[in-house]
């Protein structure tokens, strides 16, 4: 029996996401019950629609699962607009790192800020996602590196969700760069990291995963390994930036770690793709750094379909490499960049993106028992969303059973 403000929406095109047999998980001429902040029902044209709900006429438009964006860095003081001067005048991306610009440039800037100037800045930065549609952010700490605004950062982070109708899933980077005060000493880092900083994040519950950046101009094999014994030690799943610059084997240690995702992954050999099939390891796909930074070297996308290894997209959103504040544009440059189909885009920043946040259960497909969080677009078809660059966005939105305003 539906309670009072449970809605159905009704005559809607859903891409429902999940696996049955047709494209975008397809289900013409729908309904879809809602209560409370959960789906409980969907019925194609030929069922007896339940009564007692408040119904919505969707007049035949798309309904799509709200977009996950699994990998941002979107809580950051300043900007690196100087740097990317400097990049066109010749300069590369790895060279001003090792100048002591790049990550540790913001890390200055980051430190600087207070926490309602963070606060305001990250939330016209998540307003943006929200309004494409975006209905869950990952966002990472990395750019404090020190114990009080790596904690802030996340604080931050989790603010968010009392302004915007967003959930908000918080992972520790705290092996991003070797801050100065460490400069030379980057094993006493990361043992600062292992044994100070996570162990307090991880009694505040400030954060659901951990992250790391494994990188000649980041941390090695060695270090990451640390941070991820440590990451364990605590209950938190790891994701790990890696094989971005150069092939460090990065994505196999991850691997090994049953990392929730490997993110970047342009340098990973084709040869090494298969565990990550083994250990349920999301492939993380951001062609907005691939983009930005003027990469050539594609991942190894042909291999990942060849061993069934889910990829997600993701705007990685941050001041350095991918200021790309756009998800349907991410989704877009995948498929012009990286040859991904719009199914596979739209699929990565739904139920993939849901896996690669340890979501798999609950977002990111429409379906009974998952979180109500849709979006009604003005669309024939899903493909449309994908061609389009900044030509959409949706015309209603529900998060968790809620209609959001947009
Ligand atoms: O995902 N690769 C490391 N981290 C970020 C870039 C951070 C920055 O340049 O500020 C990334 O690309
Ligand atoms: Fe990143």
Aim: hydrophobic share 40%; aromatic share 6%; charged share 20%.
């Amino acid at each position: 029996m539906a309670q009072q403000n449970d809605i159905l929406i009704r005559n809607v095109r859903l891409a429902s996401m999940q696996d049955n047999g047709k494209p975008y998980g397809l289900i013409e001429n729908a309904s879809v019950a809602i209560s409370g902040s959960k789906i409980v029902g969907i019925f194609g044209e030929n069922d007896t629609l339940p009564e007692g709900y408040d119904v919505i006429d969707g007049q035949g438009q798309c309904l799509l699962p709200g977009f996950i964006d699994c990998h941002t860095h979107l809580v950051y003081g300043g900007d690196r607009a100087t740097e990317f001067e400097q990049r066109l005048l010749g300069q590369s991306y790895a060279d001003i790192a090792k100048q002591g610009g790049g990550i540790r440039s913001t890390v200055s800037a980051t430190r600087a800020a207070s926490t309602q100037e963070l606060l305001q800045s990250a939330l016209s930065r998540a307003r943006r996602l929200a309004a494409e549609g975006v209905t869950t952010i990952e966002v990472k700490s990395g750019y404090g590196l020190d114990f009080d605004t790596e904690i802030r950062m996340l604080q931050v982070a989790k603010q968010l969700e009392q302004h915007l109708d967003v959930d908000i899933m918080t992972t520790y980077l705290g092996a991003h760069a070797v801050p100065v005060e460490y400069a030379q000493r980057a094993d006493d880092y990361i043992q600062y990291v292992c044994e100070t900083v996570m162990p307090e994040i991880a009694r505040l519950g400030l954060a659901d995963a951990v992250d790391v950046f494994c990188e000649s101009i980041g941390f090695s094999l060695e270090q990451c390994t640390k941070v991820f014994n440590a990451a364990a030690l605590h209950g938190l799943r790891v994701k790990a930036h890696v094989e971005q610059l150069s092939d460090q084997k990065g994505a196999k240690l991850a691997a090994q770690f049953n990392a929730l995702s490997v993110d970047h992954i342009e340098y990973m050999a084709a040869e090494d793709v298969a565990c990550l099939k083994q250990s349920g390891t999301v492939a993380v796909m951001l062609p907005g750094a691939f983009y930005f930074l003027n990469e050539s070297q594609l991942p190894p996308i042909a291999a990942l379909r060849q061993h069934g290894v889910p990829m997600a997209v993701a705007t990685d959103l941050n001041p350095g490499s991918s200021p790309l504040s756009s998800i349907l544009t991410a989704m877009n440059m995948a498929c012009v960049l990286f040859k991904l189909t719009p199914e596979e885009a739209i699929r990565g920043t739904t139920i993939h993106a849901a896996r690669a946040l340890g979501l798999a259960e609950c977002k990111g497909k429409i379906a009974v028992g998952f979180d109500a969080d849709l979006c009604l677009w003005n669309i024939n078809h899903p493909v449309e969303l994908v061609y389009g660059i900044n030509q959409h966005r949706p015309l209603k939105k529900w998060y968790k059973g809620r209609l959001s305003t947009l």
